[in-house]
Nanobody
Framework: EVQLQASGGGLVQAGGYLRLSCAAS????????ITWFRQAPGRGREGVSA????????YYIDSVKGRFTISSDNAKRTVFLQMNSLKSEDTAVYYC???????????????????????WGQGTLVTVSS
């Protein structure tokens, strides 16, 4: 079965850290862009960070730059999101998604959830208490 499995969420105090994992089964990440999205209550789904397996490029939204790091373990077919210095505004359900996006289009499209039509993981809840 082809799927993505997201895990690692939990409850943490502000200033703390968590590491989310997105594991692929039934396919490999070759030529895919793997992106972490989040959705807070009452808000739309927001692209947080992406990793292009084609060239290793990493993308972040401004609000997480310097705090979050995306990485991968290709042997384990897993992408990680290390989240440090967590803030209450990081509270959300986090999802991972994978899509084959042409390399020239990744920079301009990775944040748009509509681009990801094939693979989505289930959400993992991150709650940051202040």
């Amino acid at each position: 079965e082809v799927q993505l499995q997201a895990s690692g969420g939990g409850l943490v105090q502000a200033g703390g850290y968590l590491r989310l994992s997105c594991a692929a089964s039934g396919f490999t990440f070759d030529h895919y862009t793997i992106t972490w999205f989040r959705q807070a209550p009452g808000r739309g789904r927001e692209g947080v960070s992406a990793l292009s397996s084609t060239d290793g490029s990493q993308y972040y939204i401004d609000s997480v730059k310097g705090r979050f790091t995306i990485s991968s373990d290709n042997a384990k077919r897993t992408v990680f999101l290390q989240m440090n210095s967590l803030k209450s505004e990081d509270t959300a359900v986090y999802y991972c998604a994978a899509e084959r996006i042409p390399p020239t289009l990744v920079k301009g499209t990775w944040r748009d959830p509509r681009v990801y039509t094939h693979y989505w993981g289930q959400g993992t809840l991150v709650t940051v208490s202040s």
